[in-house]
């Protein structure tokens, strides 16, 4: 069995530092900020799940490629993050953005990353409201625009030396 070590905190890592979902090869892919998700161990597999709205351009990519990866960056890459949290890849090429993207199993992750998991899509769900046991999370959805959650297999782990 394969062990796949971080020494961040999760926590940290996708909540306040954010991370870059990406998906697609190095031609063709496109990655956008996320900061709702996590790590664990489901199935046997070392886990991450991820959460992305059906209108986002990455949701294509996602849905046409069986890997994803989710990279995280350094504080001096903030700006960058920014810029793919609130722009989206149908506005601007975002391949433009200085960062270099590097392939494995056909799938982009960046060399700037501090840290990469490239992931094996093994499952998707659809939220649905009616399983909302607190009503209060609704309010995250005043658009109806609910989430896809995904699961990948890490396949590998990439750190920064």
């Known amino acids: 069995m ?21 998906s697609g090869d190095e031609k063709n892919h496109n990655c956008m900020t996320f900061s709702w998700g996590g790590m664990g161990h489901l199935w046997s597999k070392d886990i991450v799940y991820i959460y992305v709205r059906p209108q986002r351009f990455t949701y294509e990519f996602i849905e046409a490629n069986p890997y994803f990866s989710i990279n995280f960056f350094d504080e ?3 700006d960058i993050l920014k810029i793919c ?4 890849g149908r506005e601007i090429d ?4 200085d960062l270099t993207p590097l392939t494995e199993n056909g799938c982009v992750y960046y060399k700037e990353a501090k840290i990469s998991a490239v992931c094996r899509n093994i ?7 009616s399983n909302f046991l607190d009503a209060e999370i609704d309010k995250n959805y005043t658009d109806g625009d609910y989430h896809r959650m995904y ?8 750190h920064q030396v």
Not at 85 to 88: A, E, L, V
Not at 94 to 97: E, V
């Open 94 to 97: 975002k391949k433009n953005l």
């Open 76 to 78: 001096k890459y903030k």
């Open 151 to 158: 699961i990948g297999e890490i396949v590998s782990m990439k």
């Open 2 to 22: 394969k062990t796949n070590t971080l020494n961040e905190n999760i926590f940290d890592l996708i909540a306040n530092q954010w991370g870059l979902l990406a």
């Open 123 to 129: 499952y998707y769900q659809d939220i649905n409201p």
């Open 85 to 88: 949290g609130t722009k989206s």
